[in-house]
Every structure is written in structure tokens, then in C-alpha cells.
């Protein structure tokens, strides 16, 4: 069974502060792992994802996410934050082939001027 | 492409009435999702198709249903509505190597 935990459901940054979104997985099999972004009324657009190639994952928007199998994580990061960057941001992890994923609960970055 | 469409945008529904979501996809993606969305609890997975005549429950299925006749449509059907499902529903569409798809959402108010 796979499962995923966003810790803090709210994150809050000034513009231009650093940006640190965390996720932890559960995988019985090397998982593949993605983050996703809900802007207000819309679905969801991905952001990045790791599929067992280079642990450092480059995404779209300045975004990156560093997968550490010790410590079963894959937490989101940017290093300046901007004011269009407040969304909703989703962990996603599913078992390699079956592509089933499962979603974290989400979290809401707020981004103050 | 219009990627994958989803109708209606907004409905609501009297405890008991039935609908169906109409979700379409232009990808040729062999795998489709239907997923609900409610506040804090991030996405849960009702059904999924792994292509056309293949069905198979998610984690939250009860009081649902689907059919896939074609790799394109991938309705879901509420039967017998319940407070219980007013949500927001997506339908997300996936193929090879490519990320998920998804709809900009059915939100559904049961009362």
C-alpha cells in the first residue's frame, strides 16, 4: 500500500522568501513521486516528478524537489517566492508501473507582500 | 487538443435525484480517473479504467458508478444523490510517460 503525508496544511512566506513545502511517502515498491499545483477553480497541473532517475528534480516555475530514500521524503522548494505562486500544492505517490496515485491532503502556500 | 473536458461546471441536486459527469478525453490516454476533492482532505479516487471495457473501484466507490465504452468517455453516475457527495469531482486522463491530465472540475451541491 502506498500513502502520503504533507505536513502543514497552510504554509506562509513573504515574497522572495525561501519556499519549503514537505512531503513524506510510503512505498512497498520503489515509488514514483510528483508534485502538482491547484490554482483557485482549476484542476490540477504537475509540477515535477521523480521516477527513479536523478534524485534532484527540476520543475516548472523555479520549483525543485530532492528525493531521499533514507528518509522517504520528497520535499518541494523554491528559493524566492512570488505572489503568483499562492495555490494549492499536492504530493502525489504511486507504486512505478501500476500508476495509480495517491494524493496528500494538500497544501496551501499564502504568499504576503 | 481541448485535453479533458468536463461537464457540467456546476450543478445542484436534490437528496435522491440521479446524474451522470460527463468526462471526455482527446489524448488517446488509455488510463482515466475519476477523483473527489473536499477541503483538507486532499483527492480521493473513486473509480479507474485502464482502458476501453475495464473498470475497477478506487478507495471511496460506494454510490457511484462508471462505464468506459470508449477510450474517449469516461462518465461517472450518481444514482441515488446524498448530502454526503457534494464535492468536487475531476476527471484526470493518463497515458505512457506523460503526467495526469486533468479537468477544471465538476462542483456537485447535494441537498
Known amino acids: 500500500a502506498q500513502s502520503v503525508t504533507q505536513l502543514g496544511s497552510h504554509v506562509s512566506v513573504s515574497e522572495g522568501a525561501l519556499v519549503l513545502l514537505r512531503c513524506n511517502y510510503s512505498?512497498?515498491?520503489?515509488?514514483?513521486l510528483f508534485w502538482y499545483v491547484q490554482y483557485p477553480n482549476q484542476g490540477l497541473q504537475l509540477l515535477l516528478k521523480?521516477?527513479?532517475?536523478?534524485?534532484l528534480v527540476k520543475g516548472i516555475n523555479g520549483f525543485e524537489a530532492e528525493f531521499k530514500k533514507s528518509e522517504t521524503s520528497f520535499h518541494l522548494t523554491k528559493p524566492s517566492a512570488h505572489m503568483s505562486d499562492a495555490a494549492e500544492y499536492f504530493c502525489a505517490v504511486s507504486d512505478g508501473g501500476s500508476y495509480i496515485p495517491t494524493f496528500g491532503r494538500g497544501t496551501s502556500l499564502i504568499v504576503h507582500p | 487538443n481541448a485535453g479533458v473536458t468536463q461537464t457540467p461546471k456546476f450543478r445542484i441536486l436534490k437528496i435522491g435525484q440521479s446524474m451522470t459527469l460527463q468526462c471526455t478525453q482527446d489524448m488517446n490516454h488509455n488510463y482515466m480517473y475519476w477523483y473527489r476533492q473536499d477541503p483538507g482532505m486532499g483527492l480521493k479516487l473513486i473509480y479507474y479504467?485502464?482502458?476501453?471495457?475495464?473498470?475497477d473501484k478506487g478507495e471511496v466507490p460506494n454510490g457511484y458508478n462508471v462505464s468506459r465504452s470508449t477510450t474517449e468517455d469516461f462518465p461517472l453516475r450518481l444514482e441515488l444523490a446524498a448530502p454526503s457527495q457534494t464535492s468536487v469531482y475531476f476527471c484526470a486522463s493518463y497515458k505512457g510517460d506523460s503526467p495526469l491530465h486533468f479537468g477544471n472540475g465538476t462542483r456537485l451541491t447535494v441537498t
Open positions: 479504467s485502464v482502458g476501453a471495457g475495464i473498470t
Open positions: 521523480y521516477t527513479s532517475a536523478a534524485t
Open positions: 512505498s512497498s515498491v520503489p515509488p514514483y
